[in-house]
């Protein structure tokens, strides 16, 4: 499984930004697939996950009521999309999946390269 992630850039504070996650390389009937961060000095950490079959979502309370994640199973592509987004969204946003019922550092099986937003005046 290949995950290669888009969308990243620099905005200003309150802005919107759309990340994308392209996979490839295998069906995800059984997978959960999502996001994690992770800002310089800190761990990594989780954003919002959704299960690829009968969609649940999941998201980290920072994040809650600001970001939404949504997947196209035709496209084989899982979107993020930030809005009101804060200085402290600042991080490399990595894509990830999974084949545990839980979303989890340890769980992950396959991970993207990563893509760098920042948040910033």
């Known amino acids: 499984v290949q995950l290669l992630e888009s969308g990243g850039g620099l905005v200003q504070p309150g802005d919107s930004l759309k990340l994308s996650c392209s996979a490839s390389?295998?069906?995800?009937?059984?997978?959960?697939m999502g996001w994690f961060r992770q800002a310089p000095g800190k761990e990594r950490e989780f954003v919002a996950s959704?299960?690829?079959?009968?969609?649940?979502?999941k998201y980290a309370d920072s994040v809650k009521g600001r970001f939404s994640i949504e997947k196209d199973s035709a496209k084989n592509t899982v979107y993020l999309h930030m809005n009101y987004l804060r200085p402290e969204d600042t991080a490399i946003y990595y894509c990830?999946?999974?084949?545990?019922?839980?979303?989890?550092?340890?769980?992950?099986?396959?991970w993207g390269t990563g893509t760098q937003v920042t948040v910033s005046l």
């Open positions: 959704i299960r690829w079959v009968n969609p649940y979502s």
């Open positions: 390389g295998s069906t995800f009937s059984s997978y959960r």
């Open positions: 990830a999946s999974s084949s545990s019922t839980f979303f989890t550092l340890q769980t992950i099986d396959h």
